[in-house]
């Protein structure tokens, strides 16, 4: 465990960020919430500040979220398109706020968009992130059919991530929804196994199977508090943490 300039104990110096894309909207959850994005990229820098690089994948949710049931026409892997543009612009937007930071920052995206953003290439996300360059992976997967969930678990994997965080409206893992049920309850620590079989909705069954089996520690954590993702970082009990047993 290391220790950033401040003397905080530092635990994970490589985390990959799962942000979905309503949190990008503010309160009405569509587009872009200028607040928002400049608290999160104060957020970005803390950690920054703390010797912590972190890769980053955003949902497209603010923008398209699944229209077939509405747009019966829209095929399935079509509407996956849609949903992988909308992580792009997310990416895209996000990044030039965190430059506006003073983060070093840049765009990969998994389906190619020369010269609108750097095609996804491992080997040069690692240099870039032993630089201390934030970077963040868009457009899904690359393939239909896949969430961002599994895209997160894919990416924090491929670049030697050390946790995988996932930021949320609500303060980690319950036994049902707690906006629906008042007596609902945290979990601190549930296994990968329990998630999968109590179908708990943490992630998607792709993005869980994948951190079980190469043993990618999960986080699930709001982001509604300041500092929340220094704190997870630094190894502080919060949110909910996914384990082995």
Do not use: Q, W
């Not at 924090?156 to 893992?173: F, M, N, P, Q, S």
């Amino acid at each position: 465990m290391t220790s950033a300039n401040d003397g905080t104990a530092i635990r994970f110096k490589r985390p990959l960020l799962k942000l979905s894309g309503e949190m990008l909207g503010g309160p009405d959850g569509f587009g872009f919430d200028r607040a928002v994005l400049d608290k999160f990229a104060i957020e970005i820098r803390m950690l920054t500040k703390a010797g912590i690089t972190p890769g980053i994948v955003l949902g497209g949710g603010n923008f398209f979220r699944g229209a077939r049931t509405t747009l019966p026409a829209l095929k399935r892997h079509r509407a996956d398109a849609i949903g992988m543009l909308a992580t792009v612009m997310n990416a895209i937007c996000f990044a030039e706020h965190l430059e506006a930071a003073g983060l070093k920052a840049k765009v990969y995206s998994a389906v190619p968009l020369h010269p609108l953003v750097a095609a996804y290439d491992i080997d040069d996300v690692v240099t870039n992130l032993n630089a201390g360059i934030v970077c963040l992976y868009s457009g899904g997967t690359g393939n239909p059919y896949f969430t961002t969930d599994s895209a997160a678990a894919l990416r924090a994997i491929e670049t030697g991530c050390d946790v995988l965080i996932k930021g949320t409206k609500v303060d980690g893992v319950y036994d049902s929804d707690p906006v629906k049920n008042p007596a609902a309850t945290k979990f601190m620590k549930i296994t990968y196994e329990e998630v999968l079989s109590r179908n708990l909705g943490v992630m998607d069954l792709v993005a869980i199977t994948l951190c079980r089996d190469n043993r990618m520690p999960l986080k699930v954590l709001s982001l509604s508090e300041s500092g929340n993702l220094l704190k997870a970082c630094s190894g502080a009990i919060i949110g909910t943490d996914v384990i082995e047993s």
